[in-house]
């Protein structure tokens, strides 16, 4: 047994840990390991998705092959421990991007498709799974089943943004896009209030395929921040940054991340970058993946861990609802340093249990200080109820089951499709199993 | 344009053989040669290096690992295509010491793998790379092999064994162009040390030892120990007094 945690750092429970090396023995192993079972990539997810306290966990970072790509329509076929990065590192070069991609690379694409993740282009190309043609899933029972958007599509909408709980997965054929080069055109716009937020991002929709804002959490009900769109750039070759990675050595004995250090911090931060404001060409890796460089920086909030609320908010809704979040938090004073504030688009989710729908959603981080950070989650989730929105659970590992219930209304037709065999924190906690 | 280097890998499904291949292909294309027991496997590592390089040309050979005249004709055929610029030898097994002392047909054979097979290769490519006088010979040996103790002693022989080859043949082959190189890893993540990972055992990335192997072997170097810390923990090791190094559970 060997302690496990996810990206939180929450808790370190011990699991049963079988890496998954050979597709061809996949199968097998999943029939006879200890049941129930779980597939465990990167452990990027923030809660307790990722994670089975006393079973097993199906390591899948060994599945890291590419199978097939054709050169002339961009579909890349590959196993479902291939890391984001390593697509992006090789065929940025050749002409073709991942479309969509998260806050972070150091993911695998089995955990892109389980999650369903979004990244900054939402509004124009949807979620990870609106790409995925064509995924491999084996069950616990030995089915093996390949679906895709016209192959099964029911399984394939389990299964996508399906935590795992289907199956695993264990290839994924992805349709890529093409890109001029790494670069982006980039703009930086300050904005004071939320109403500046709202008129930026729907100016910005029609003519920029990157949105997102970082959001200073501790200016009250105002909501100001910093706006930052970009495009990719056609501007033909340049030195590449260097690849400069710091790492936190340690988890210090407390959150380094309290009341002290974010109010000045984050008003040095948006004094500075308001200063630095405008347009400017960016490489993707810094754009996209900020926070990459800085490994580990998890620790930065001691040793109990942290939390990471993040949740979408109707339109109409969306910027009262913001800002009484804001305000509850600001009067709570906790908050974090990575306060994200991003709208999404109009269209469909994928995945029965995908989490963005058209709205805006906000995510922030909060060292545990137990009681009391359950105290303002309570009083965030009733605005999150009211507002009829919900929260992800690739972020999530509190809510409470009957706020799940409601902001997932396919979770009945869903809970068919779950493979008796597999089970998480996370179903056992919101789905009974 | 300068013709590709032609890369031969044997053991072409071993993680850290694998991850060098990447990371050469990577630097530029190659013409590479992949050896391995398992077709389904060495095919599965072949498509993966062609999606990462579409230029460079590979090929896959199956033979017996263990049986000398498979050997010297896989050898042959492959040498009979033009000279090798490297030869990575690189595969090998880690069976549980416990079951070699019991099973002396697991014994013999792990002997078998992880000595005898790697100097049977050795010596038809030196045959080869003497008679052009050119190329590299690189064999993945191990920290394992520096002293035997308690934990894997049958393998960490065999890993000796190819040790001192390593050496006889350097001194064989020091007044020509021909370089060997003998790589020692330390624990390294793969799924051959899977089983160690639970017991705590603290592993290397696959990726960063492949690194210091690619470089060590462009750099002609004739031991290479990744991560380099063991060559300086295995230097303590093998001048400890016995009488000291008895006692110890390692």
Redesign the interface.
């Known amino acids: 047994?060997?302690p496990v945690s996810s990206w939180g750092r929450l808790s370190a429970h011990p699991h049963n840990?079988i890496?998954l090396?050979?597709?061809?023995n996949v199968r097998n192993i999943l029939c006879n390991s200890r049941h129930p079972g779980l597939a465990h990539g990167m452990g990027r997810s923030y809660g307790d998705v990722c994670l089975n306290p006393e079973g097993t966990l199906w390591l899948t970072t060994?599945l890291d092959?590419?199978?097939?790509?054709d050169?002339c329509t961009g579909r890349?076929v590959?196993e479902s421990g291939v890391l984001i990065r390593d697509i992006q590192r090789?065929m940025i070069p050749r002409g073709w991007i991942l479309p969509v991609t998260p806050g972070t690379q150091l993911i695998t694409v089995g955990g892109a498709i389980a999650n369903d993740v979004h990244g900054k282009n939402h509004h124009v190309l949807g979620s990870f799974g609106d790409h995925v043609k064509k995924l491999t899933l084996i069950r616990t029972d030995g089915e093996v089943i390949h679906c895709g958007p016209n192959q099964h599509p029911d399984w394939f909408a389990a299964t996508v943004g399906g935590l795992g709980l289907t199956g695993v997965i264990t290839q994924a054929e992805i349709q890529l896009r093409r890109v001029p080069g790494p670069w982006l055109n980039t703009e930086t716009v300050p904005y004071s209030d939320l109403d500046e937020f709202f008129r930026l991002a729907d100016a910005s929709e029609a003519g920029w395929e990157h949105t997102v804002s970082w959001i200073d959490c501790l200016s009250g009900g105002r909501g100001r921040g910093l706006f930052m769109r970009g495009n990719p750039a056609d501007i033909g070759q340049r030195p590449e940054p260097r690849d400069r990675k710091l790492t936190m050595p340690m988890a210090p004995p407390v959150s380094i991340i309290n009341q002290l250090s974010l109010r000045p911090f984050n008003m040095a931060y948006y004094h500075l970058k308001k200063l630095r404001a405008g347009q400017k060409i960016t490489h993707y890796e810094p754009f996209f993946y900020p926070l990459d460089n800085l490994l580990e920086w998890n620790r930065m909030y001691g040793p109990k861990g942290f939390f990471q609320y993040q949740c979408v908010l109707p339109r109409e809704i969306g910027r009262d609802a913001v800002q009484a979040m804001l305000r509850e938090i600001s009067g709570a004073g906790d908050g974090s340093f990575l306060a994200v504030l991003k709208t999404f688009g109009n269209c469909p989710p994928v995945g029965m249990l995908s989490f963005p729908q058209p709205g805006v959603t906000l995510a922030l981080d909060f060292t545990n200080h137990g009681e009391r950070t359950f105290k303002l989650f309570a009083k965030l989730d009733a605005i999150v109820r009211e507002a009829k929105g919900r929260i992800y659970p690739a972020k999530d590992a509190r809510m409470p089951r009957e706020l799940f219930e409601t902001g997932y209304p396919r979770l009945p037709e869903f809970t068919k499709y779950r493979d008796p065999g597999i089970s998480s924190a996370f179903s056992r906690r919101v789905m009974g199993s | 344009m300068r013709p590709m280097r032609k890369i031969v890998i044997v053991g072409a499904t071993s993680a850290i053989a694998e991850h060098c291949a990447r990371l050469w292909l990577k630097n530029e294309p190659a013409d590479l040669i992949l050896l391995g027991r398992d077709a389904q496997r060495i095919e599965r590592v072949a498509a993966d290096l062609k999606v990462r390089s579409p230029a460079s040309t590979i090929h896959i050979l199956q033979a017996d690992f263990m049986d000398p005249t498979a050997i010297q004709t896989t050898v042959e055929i492959i040498a009979n295509q033009g000279p090798v610029d490297i030869a990575l030898i690189a595969h090998g097994t880690l069976p549980a010491q416990a079951e070699c002392q019991v099973d002396l047909g697991l014994c013999r054979d792990t002997l078998e793998i992880n000595g005898i097979s790697p100097v049977l290769f050795a010596e038809c490519f030196a045959k080869h790379m003497e008679a052009s006088n050119r190329g590299t010979i690189a064999i993945i040996g191990s920290v394992a092999g520096d002293r035997g103790r308690k934990s894997n002693y049958v393998y960490g022989a065999a890993k000796g064994l190819v040790d001192r080859y390593a050496q006889g043949l350097q001194h064989r082959l020091a007044g020509s162009a021909v370089k060997v190189s003998l790589i020692k890893p330390g624990p390294t993540q793969t799924p051959m040390t899977a089983h160690l990972r639970s017991l705590n055992v603290k592993l290397a990335p696959v990726d960063n030892v492949a690194e210091l192997i690619v470089r060590g072997i462009e750099a002609g170097q004739d031991v290479i120990y990744a991560p380099k810390k063991w060559r300086l923990i295995m230097l303590v090791i093998k001048h400890m007094p016995s009488s000291i190094f008895n006692k110890l559970n390692i």
């Open positions: 047994m060997t840990v890496s090396n050979n597709p061809s060994g092959h590419f199978t097939a790509f050169e890349l590959c090789l």
